[in-house]
C-alpha cells in the first residue's frame, strides 16, 4: 500500500464523493466525509514523512512510463501543500454538520458533502500531478464544485458572486489551457519533468513566451493577485460560512503553487525573470494588493468582507515574496501559505461560529460579543493578532522572514512598506476588538451564548497551531527552506 | 435569444463539420451531439425560463475592446514561431505521437488510437474527465432540485391527451425512432474501439434519446419510467466502476489503472479494462445528462406552479 | 507568402478567440456571456486540433496500409476539454436560472443596481438601530 499513496491520496476523497450519494442520512455522509478527509491527511503526512527522506518519488499510472502515460511526481514542494490542504479540511470539517444545518436546506446537505469531497479531491489532485494537462482537468474539478460549493449560500448575492466567479474562472481556466497548448505545440510533451528538458531548446521563441505569459495570467485570476481579484470577496462574504474557512485557507494557495511549480521547475528561474520583467512586475502587483485591498478591507461593513479583502492582501505579501526571486524570498512565500492558512482558517471558523449564532456577520451585531462569546471572541483576536504579525504568532513568523529576505537582496523600501501594510491590518483588527469588547450591546437584541463545541474544538485547535508554530518554528521552516532549495537546485 | 442560440448551435454543427476535415473524427463526433445537441438544448430550456429579449447596454465598451485588442496582439505576436500547419516534422509528431501511432495495436490491440490514448495511455485524465461531469451534475441538482410531489395517473393522462392532439405527427414518427436511437448508443458505445466513438457520445446520445421521449410526452410520464433517485445513484455507480478497475489493478499488483493485470494475457486485460472503464464512462455521462434536462424541467414546473399560486 | 500559408490557421482561430472573449465582457445579458464563454472555447478546441493535423494524412484509426496518420494526442485532450466545456456551461445555466428567480432579471446591469440598492437599504437601516 505504501508505494501507492501518490495515487491514493487524490482517489480516496474522490471515491468517497460518489459514494455519499448511497448513504442517505447528513449526519451519516458528514461522518464518512470527516472518515475520508482524515485519511487523506494521514497519507499526506505519510508523504511529506517519505519526501523528507528519499527525495522525489513518482507514481506511474496505467503502467505507463512518461511521457507517454501520466506520471503523478511528489517532491517536498508539493507534499507540504497536500499536508496543508488536507489539514485544513479535515479540521473545517469538524465543525462542518453543525454550520450548514443552519445555512443550508437538509434536502441539500448530502450534495454538500459531496461538493466539499469533489473540491478537496481537485485541490489535492492539482498538487500531486506530474502532467500539465491533468492539472487541467483537476483545477475544472475544484472550481466546478467551488462554483456549486458558493451558490448554496442563503443570500441570493450568492448567486450572482458564484457567476461571477465562473465567467471569471473560466476565462482564467482557458487561458491556462491555451498556455499549455502553446507549450505542447513547441515540445510535443505534457509531462512537467520532460516539459523541463526540452523548454530551454526552444525558450527563445515568441511562442514560448505568449505561453508563459497566458499561463501565467490564467493562475493569477485564480490566485486573486491585484487586479485580477474582483471575483474573491463577493464569493468568500456570501457563500456558506463553512465553505469560506475551508476556501480561504486553501484555494489561493494552490494556485500559487502552480505559479511556483512552472515558473522555478518548469520554465526556469532565468527564463521566467530574465525574459519577462517578472520581478518588477510582481512586485509592484504584489504591493498594490497589499495597500488598496486592506484601505477597502478598513471600510468594510461585513466582517466576512473585511477578511476576504484581507486574503487578498495576504497573497500580495505572498507575490512579493515571490518577486524577489531568491531562496530566502521563496522560502518566504511558502511559509506565509502555511501560516495564512492557518490564520485565516482559524478566523474564518470563529467567524462561522458568531455566524451560527448571531445569524449575521455585520459589524454592528458585534457589539458587546467579547462578554456573550468570549472563547470565540478570544480566537479572534488571536487570529487578528497573527495577521498582524505580533511576535509570537506565525503571522510574525512569515513577515519577519519576508522583511529579512528583502534586506538580504537590498531593497530596504520593501522591507519598509511590508511593515506598514502590517499597521493597516492593525486598523481593521482593531475595530472589530474595539466593537466586541469595548461597546455594549444594541438594545432590544437577544443575548447570545457561547459556540457550540462543535466549533470551539476545531477553532482552538487551529488557533493553537497558530501559536504553536508561531513559537517553535522548527517543523515549519525545515520543510519551507528545503522545498525552496529543490525548486533551486533543479531550475537553473 | 432565440436567434442567438440557434446561431450559437449552428456555430457547434460547423466546428464539428471543420474537426472532420481535420481528421479528427471522435472529436468531431463529440462536439456534434454536445456543441450542437445537448448545449442548445440546455440553453433553449435556459431562455424559456429567463425571457427572449435582452435590452441593449447604454456604454460604450472601450475597455472591452482594448483588453481584447491586447490579447489578440500577444497571441497573434506567438505565432510567429509556430510550425507550420500541416507540417511533419513539428516537436509534437516527432515526440511522444509515434509511440501511440505505430505501437498502440502491439500493446493495447485497439485500432482506433484515440480509444487507446483516452482509455489506457492517459486513463486517469478520462476518469478526471469523468469527475468533472459527476461533479457538474451534482451542481445542477444542488442548484436546481425541487421536493417532488408525484403527479396523480389521471393528471398524466390528461397531459397526454393534450400533447397528443397538438403534436400528433411529432409524437408518432419519434415514438418510432427513439429505440432506435437508444440501439445506436450501444452501438457507439461498444464499437467506440474499432471506430470513432466510445462512453461519451453514446452516453449523450442515449441521453438525447430518454429527452425526447420527455420534450414529446411530458416530464411526469418520462419520471415514471426513469426515476430520479435510481438515476442519481446511477451517475454514481458509473463513476465508481471506473474507480474500481483502478483499484483492482492496484490490487493486482499494478499501479492504479494498470490494465495489463487484470487478466493473464495482457492485451486482454486491456481490452477489458477499456470496455469497463468506457462503460463506466456512459452510464456517468447518460445519467447526469438526463439529470440536467430533468432538473431544468422540473423547476420550470416548480416556477409555472408558484406563479399560478400566487395569481 | 509562405509564412501567410502557414499561419493562416492559427489567426483565424485568434480572430474567432477574441470573439468569444469580447462577448464575455462586453455584452451584459448573462446567457450571452455563456455563449461567449462557449465560442472562446471552441476556437481553442480548433486551435489545438488544427496544431495536430499532418499534411497528407488520415483520421488516427488503423487500417492495413495507412501509414500517414494525425496526431491522436490532441484529439483526446480536445474531447476532455469538450467535456469540461460543457459541465461548465450546464452549471452557468443552472445558475442564470436561479438568478432569474432570485433578481428577476438577468442583465448584469440590472443585478448590480439591485445589488446596490441593497447595500444602500441595509445601511439605512444600520442608523435607524
Redesign the interface.
Known amino acids: 500500500m505504501l508505494a501507492h499513496l501518490p495515487i491514493l491520496q487524490v482517489i480516496v476523497p474522490l471515491m468517497a464523493a460518489p459514494a455519499c450519494l448511497i448513504l442517505r442520512k447528513p449526519k451519516l455522509v458528514w461522518l464518512f466525509t470527516l472518515l475520508a478527509s482524515s485519511l487523506a491527511f494521514i497519507i499526506s503526512i505519510l508523504l511529506l514523512q517519505q519526501v523528507m527522506v528519499a527525495d522525489t518519488i513518482s507514481y506511474e499510472l496505467g503502467g505507463w512510463s512518461p511521457p507517454w502515460g501520466i506520471e503523478y511526481r511528489i517532491d517536498k514542494l508539493n507534499a507540504f501543500i497536500a499536508l496543508i490542504i488536507s489539514g485544513v479540511s479535515t479540521v473545517v470539517l469538524l465543525a462542518a454538520q453543525t454550520s450548514i444545518e443552519k445555512e443550508i436546506p437538509e434536502d441539500k446537505q448530502t450534495l454538500f458533502y459531496i461538493l466539499y469531497l469533489l473540491s478537496l479531491t481537485g485541490m489535492l489532485g492539482i498538487v500531486t500531478t506530474g502532467d500539465a494537462f491533468n492539472v487541467f482537468v483537476f483545477l475544472e474539478i475544484s472550481s466546478l464544485s467551488a462554483y456549486s460549493l458558493i451558490a448554496l449560500g442563503k443570500d441570493r448575492r450568492a448567486l450572482w458572486a458564484s457567476f461571477q466567479y465562473l465567467i471569471m474562472g473560466t476565462i482564467g481556466a482557458t487561458f491556462i489551457l491555451i498556455g499549455i497548448g502553446l507549450m505542447y505545440q513547441m515540445t510535443g510533451t505534457l509531462n512537467m519533468a520532460d516539459l523541463a528538458t526540452r523548454l530551454p531548446e526552444v525558450a527563445e521563441t515568441r511562442t514560448v513566451t505568449t505561453a508563459y505569459v497566458f499561463f501565467i495570467v490564467g493562475v493569477c485570476l485564480k490566485l486573486a493577485l491585484f487586479p485580477l481579484h474582483f471575483w474573491l470577496p463577493n464569493a468568500y462574504a456570501y457563500a456558506p460560512s463553512i465553505v469560506t474557512a475551508f476556501f480561504a485557507a486553501t484555494s489561493t494557495k494552490v494556485a500559487a503553487y502552480l505559479l511556483i511549480r512552472f515558473t522555478f521547475s518548469i520554465f526556469g528561474i532565468s527564463f521566467s525573470f530574465t525574459t519577462l520583467p517578472m520581478e518588477t512586475l510582481f512586485l509592484v502587483l504584489g504591493l498594490l494588493g497589499i495597500f488598496i485591498a486592506s484601505t477597502v478591507a478598513i471600510y468594510q461593513d461585513n466582517i466576512k468582507h473585511v477578511f476576504a479583502y484581507s486574503s487578498v492582501a495576504q497573497v500580495g505579501y505572498m507575490i512579493v515574496g515571490f518577486s524577489l526571486s531568491t531562496h530566502a524570498g521563496l522560502t518566504a512565500m511558502l511559509l506565509h501559505m502555511f501560516n495564512h492558512a492557518l490564520m485565516k482558517g482559524a478566523l474564518f471558523l470563529a467567524l462561522a461560529a458568531i455566524i451560527y449564532r448571531v445569524g449575521s456577520a455585520r459589524i454592528a451585531d458585534f457589539q458587546g460579543l467579547g462578554r456573550q462569546m468570549p472563547l470565540t471572541m478570544a480566537a479572534v483576536v488571536v487570529g487578528g493578532l497573527s495577521l498582524i504579525g505580533v511576535p509570537l504568532t506565525v503571522g510574525f513568523v512569515s513577515k519577519w522572514y519576508l522583511v529579512v529576505a528583502a534586506i538580504e537582496k537590498g531593497w530596504w523600501w520593501v522591507a519598509g512598506l511590508v511593515l506598514l501594510g502590517s499597521l493597516l491590518a492593525v486598523i481593521y483588527v482593531w475595530r472589530i476588538v474595539e466593537t466586541a469588547y469595548f461597546k455594549a450591546p444594541m438594545a432590544g437584541r437577544q443575548p447570545v451564548k457561547e459556540a457550540p463545541m462543535a466549533f470551539l474544538v476545531p477553532v482552538w485547535l487551529l488557533v493553537s497551531a497558530n501559536v504553536y508554530f508561531g513559537i517553535d518554528t522548527r517543523l515549519s521552516v525545515e520543510i519551507a527552506t528545503a522545498a525552496a532549495k529543490g525548486l533551486f537546485g533543479v531550475a537553473q | 435569444m432565440f436567434a442567438v442560440v440557434m446561431l450559437a448551435g449552428i456555430y457547434g454543427l460547423v466546428s464539428a463539420s471543420f474537426f472532420v476535415a481535420m481528421d479528427a473524427v471522435d472529436v468531431a463526433f463529440t462536439e456534434a451531439s454536445v456543441g450542437a445537441g445537448i448545449s442548445t438544448l440546455l440553453m433553449l430550456t435556459t431562455v424559456a425560463m429567463t425571457g427572449r429579449t435582452e435590452h441593449m447596454a447604454s456604454h460604450k465598451p472601450l475597455l472591452a475592446l482594448f483588453v481584447v485588442t491586447v490579447t489578440g496582439g500577444l497571441l497573434i505576436y506567438g505565432t510567429f514561431d509556430m510550425p507550420y500547419f500541416g507540417s511533419a516534422d513539428a516537436p509534437i509528431h516527432n515526440h511522444v505521437a509515434p509511440r501511440y501511432i505505430y505501437d498502440s495495436m502491439k500493446e493495447i490491440g485497439v485500432p482506433n488510437m484515440v480509444t487507446s490514448v483516452l482509455a489506457s495511455y492517459r486513463g486517469f485524465d478520462t476518469f478526471g474527465e469523468v469527475t468533472v461531469i459527476f461533479t457538474a451534475g451534482i451542481g445542477v441538482l444542488a442548484l436546481l432540485s425541487v421536493v417532488q410531489r408525484p403527479k396523480s395517473e389521471a393528471v398524466i393522462e390528461a397531459i397526454n391527451d393534450s400533447m397528443h392532439e397538438k403534436h400528433l405527427i411529432l409524437r408518432v414518427v419519434i415514438k418510432t425512432m427513439i429505440p432506435f436511437i437508444l440501439l445506436y448508443a450501444f452501438y457507439v458505445q461498444f464499437h467506440g474501439d474499432y471506430g470513432p466513438g466510445g462512453g461519451f457520445q453514446a452516453g449523450v446520445i442515449f441521453a438525447a434519446g430518454i429527452i425526447m421521449y420527455a420534450l414529446l410526452f411530458g416530464l411526469s410520464a418520462a419520471r415514471q419510467v426513469i426515476k430520479q433517485p435510481v438515476v442519481q445513484l446511477l451517475s454514481a455507480v458509473g463513476v465508481l466502476i471506473y474507480g474500481s478497475v483502478g483499484l483492482v489493478s492496484m490490487l493486482n499488483g499494478g499501479t492504479f489503472l494498470d490494465y495489463s493485470v487484470l487478466s493473464a494475457d495482457p492485451i486482454a486485460g486491456q481490452h477489458l479494462g477499456i470496455l469497463l472503464i468506457e462503460f463506466g464512462v456512459g452510464l456517468t455521462v447518460a445519467s447526469v445528462m438526463i439529470i440536467i434536462f430533468f432538473s431544468c424541467s422540473a423547476r420550470s414546473e416548480y416556477q409555472q406552479a408558484k406563479k399560478g399560486e400566487s395569481l | 507568402m509562405?509564412?501567410i500559408?502557414?499561419?493562416?490557421?492559427?489567426?483565424i482561430v485568434?480572430?474567432l478567440?477574441?470573439i468569444g472573449?469580447?462577448i464575455?465582457?462586453?455584452?451584459?445579458?448573462?446567457?450571452?456571456?455563456?455563449?461567449g464563454?462557449?465560442?472562446?472555447?471552441?476556437s481553442?478546441?480548433?486551435?489545438?486540433?488544427?496544431?495536430?493535423?499532418?499534411?497528407g494524412?488520415?483520421?488516427?484509426?488503423?487500417?492495413e496500409g495507412i501509414i500517414?496518420?494525425?496526431?491522436?494526442?490532441?484529439?483526446?485532450?480536445?474531447?476532455?476539454?469538450?467535456?469540461?466545456?460543457?459541465?461548465?456551461?450546464?452549471?452557468?445555466?443552472?445558475?442564470?436560472?436561479?438568478?432569474?428567480?432570485?433578481?428577476g432579471s438577468?442583465?448584469e446591469?440590472d443585478?448590480q443596481a439591485m445589488?446596490n440598492q441593497?447595500m444602500v437599504n441595509?445601511?439605512k437601516e444600520?442608523q435607524q438601530?
Open positions: 509562405t509564412t500559408l502557414g499561419l493562416y490557421n492559427y489567426w485568434i480572430v478567440m477574441m472573449f469580447y464575455i465582457i462586453a455584452h451584459g445579458h448573462l446567457i450571452k456571456k455563456i455563449v464563454l462557449n465560442i472562446f472555447q471552441t481553442v478546441f480548433i486551435f489545438y486540433i488544427s496544431v495536430g493535423k499532418v499534411e494524412a488520415t483520421a488516427p484509426i488503423w487500417q500517414l496518420y494525425s496526431n491522436p494526442l490532441p484529439h483526446v485532450l480536445i474531447l476532455t476539454a469538450i467535456v469540461v466545456g460543457i459541465a461548465t456551461t450546464a452549471l452557468g445555466l443552472a445558475l442564470i436560472i436561479r438568478i432569474k428567480e432570485a433578481y438577468v442583465d446591469d443585478i445589488d441593497d441595509q445601511d444600520q438601530c
